[in-house]
C-alpha cells in the first residue's frame, strides 16, 4: 500500500502530460513485473 502511494505521487508529480504517461506506462509494467 505505501509502495501504491509513492507511485501515485511519483507519477502526479511530473508536469509534463506526455512524460506523466510514459512514466505511468513504466510503473505499470513494474507492477506486472514484480505485483505477482
Not at 2 to 25: C, F, I, K, N, S
Amino acid at each position: 500500500e505505501l509502495l501504491h502511494e509513492h507511485l501515485q505521487e511519483h507519477v502526479v508529480g511530473a508536469d509534463d502530460p506526455q512524460q506523466r504517461a510514459a512514466e505511468a506506462e513504466v510503473l505499470v509494467e513494474l507492477l506486472r513485473r514484480y505485483g505477482k
